[in-house]
């Protein structure tokens, strides 16, 4: 089994410039494991179309998965949508990069991407509780009581604008 990191193509894109192919491969990611590993809920929940999309596909061949392969993906919902501000939510790594650190490298690009997108601005997650240091380790805070969500336990974290933004 390889040990070393895989070679990522990142795609940054709002949603109508999505392809077919990466709309499916996101949506695919997304029901693989916030739907068979985590519960039932819907998925499609209306944000997509407003929201900027970060895919993170292999660049070459890895650990048995082709070129290509969406492994990493994130949506960024645009301000006034979900919260006032704007919101990287639906954060997911392929099971086989697990451990890893590559969800630390996809959310630090989500980041990245949202203080260039909006300059200036805070940004909002809703987060799975448990992963609140990890979030907390990107500068967001938390904010209001912990709270279920699809029958998992969340926490509303605030990260302010970035200062050089």
């Given at each position: 089994?390889?040990?070393?990191?895989?070679?990522?193509?990142?795609?940054?894109?709002?949603?109508p410039?999505?392809?077919?192919?990466?709309?499916?491969?996101?949506?695919?990611?997304?029901?693989?494991?916030?739907?068979?590993?985590?519960?039932?809920?819907?998925?499609?929940?209306?944000?997509?179309?407003?929201?900027?999309?970060?895919?993170?596909?292999?660049?070459?061949?890895?650990?048995?998965?082709?070129a290509?392969?969406?492994?990493?993906?994130?949506?960024?919902?645009?301000?006034?949508?979900?919260?006032?501000?704007?919101?990287?939510?639906?954060?997911?790594?392929?099971?086989?990069?697990?451990?890893?650190?590559?969800?630390?490298?996809?959310?630090?690009?989500?980041?990245?991407?949202?203080?260039?997108?909006?300059?200036?601005?805070?940004?909002?997650?809703?987060?799975?509780?448990?992963?609140?240091?990890?979030?907390?380790?990107?500068?967001?805070?938390?904010?209001?009581?912990?709270?279920?969500?699809?029958?998992?336990?969340?926490?509303?974290?605030?990260?302010?604008?970035a200062?050089?933004?």
């Amino acid at each position: 089994m390889t040990t070393s990191l895989p070679d990522i193509r990142w795609t940054w894109c709002r949603f109508p410039d999505l392809g077919l192919q990466d709309l499916y491969d996101a949506l695919q990611l997304r029901a693989r494991v916030f739907i068979l590993e985590q519960g039932p809920y819907l998925d499609p929940d209306g944000l997509d179309q407003h929201s900027w999309h970060l895919l993170g596909r292999l660049g070459s061949d890895w650990n048995g998965l082709p070129a290509g392969t969406l492994v990493l993906y994130l949506r960024a919902v645009e301000p006034g949508q979900k919260f006032d501000e704007p919101a990287l939510g639906r954060v997911v790594n392929h099971p086989a990069v697990r451990g890893l650190g590559l969800g630390r490298v996809l959310v630090g690009e989500g980041v990245r991407r949202c203080d260039l997108t909006w300059p200036g601005q805070a940004n909002r997650i809703s987060a799975q509780a448990h992963l609140g240091d990890f979030y907390g380790s990107f500068g967001y805070q938390p904010v209001g009581p912990v709270y279920l969500e699809d029958d998992i336990p969340h926490q509303e974290m605030l990260r302010p604008a970035a200062a050089w933004a």
